[in-house]
């Protein structure tokens, strides 16, 4: 499946308006020479509009490689819930909504949205670094008995997210690397 490249309006567009250069601590622990902010691009809707076809084409794509059918997306709180939105508009498929951690008041559910047990799903996420939030946010649809089947990342960073999600037995995917947005450290 081709990518779209740094070439491409839309990842230059993300590199000039998400890519920090500094001293940056990362949700893994680990220190980086450069950040990219997910919300600096995640609430644009210039840029929604535009990858939310863009995740469309790739839940097909995988639907086709897997031999599955998609019945529900998935956002992680906070970057992927905009993300999840606009996939969800673009495709007609419903999403939930999946918070870090249960709410202790009213429901006190961990993720919103409807689940019927067997559903199959894909999760979406904003960059993927060790694909640790992923694999928690699928942990806790799971527990509610959601059949996740794949996480498409916005950004992979190259640092351990496809190895640790394909590990955990799951489709991994995304729409672009570092490397496509130009960055090298």
Known sequence: MSTPTATSPLAHAIAQIALL?????LRSGKTSSYYLDKYLFSTRPELLRQLA????????????????????????????IPLVTAASLETGLPCIFVRNKKKDYGTAKQSEGAISKGDVVALLEDVATTGGQALEAVASLREVGADVR??????????????NIEKAGLAFESLFTKRDLGVAE
């Open 21 to 25: 250069r500094g001293t940056f601590t």
């Open 150 to 163: 794949a996480v498409i990342a916005t950004i992979d960073r190259l640092e351990g997210a496809r190895e």
């Open 53 to 80: 076809p863009l995740f469309a084409a790739r839940l097909k794509h995988l639907e086709s490689r897997l031999g599955v059918r998609f019945v529900r997306l998935a956002g992680a709180e906070l970057g992927g």
